[in-house]
């Protein structure tokens, strides 16, 4: 495969792909063409078909990672090599959402008796109680950026759950912080 994959990762380095993205599709025909021991500009769309489903079904790879291969393998056959009824023949695949966490009809009216008679700690970060692993904590001390960015980063250690809420137009500073801890945050907007 050594012309074609000089050709495909030209083609990616030309379209500024990163470095870790070139790799993986790099990977994916790779490992297409190990497989069936012959070039992949050579195999048929049934052929293509039926590795994909030897990776759902006989690797059980996760549906993300079955998205990432069919990722590579369709920009390869689309614009590597110009075959567009063969990235065509690649379905795209649906992946699994997670829905997002509810809280019951006890929880909820303990949460909104909480606010009612709520008033702020005495110490920065106590916790408020804990869902499912995540300890909601009030951190309403916090009168700056940075002053709250520190208090994430004291209690951000191996597995700790971190979602931070916060106005809209306070999102900025966290975003970088919030990428480096791979943590959620989730804002609203006040009226």
């Known amino acids: 495969m050594g012309i074609l994959q000089e050709k495909m990762s030209r083609d990616m380095s030309v379209r500024n792909f990163a470095a870790n ?15 069936y021991m012959i070039s992949p500009d050579r195999l048929s769309q049934e052929q293509l078909l039926d590795y994909i489903y030897f990776l759902i079904k006989e690797r059980k790879l996760a549906p ?3 998205n990432a291969v069919t990722a590579g393998l369709r920009f390869f ?7 567009k009824d063969m990235a065509l023949t690649i379905p795209p695949r649906k992946t699994a959402r997670k829905l997002p966490e509810i809280f019951n009809a006890d929880e909820l009216s303990r949460l909104f008796s909480m606010l009612q008679t709520y008033s702020p700690g005495k110490h920065r970060g106590e916790k408020n109680f804990e869902k499912n692993g995540v300890n909601y904590i009030d951190d309403s001390k916090g009168t700056n950026p940075a002053a709250v960015i520190a208090a ?8 700790k759950s971190i979602r931070l809420i ?4 306070g999102f900025c500073p ?3 912080l919030f990428r ?12």
Do not use: P
């Open 166 to 169: 916060l106005q809209r137009n």
């Open 21 to 35: 993205t070139i790799e993986s599709y790099l990977r994916s025909v790779r490992y297409l063409a190990k497989y």
């Open 174 to 176: 966290f975003k970088r």
């Open 180 to 191: 480096t801890y791979q943590k959620s945050i989730y804002t609203w907007r006040m009226s």
């Open 64 to 66: 993300g990672s079955v």
């Open 152 to 159: 994430i980063q004291s209690i951000s250690g191996a597995n």
């Open 77 to 83: 056959y689309k614009e590597t090599m110009g075959m």
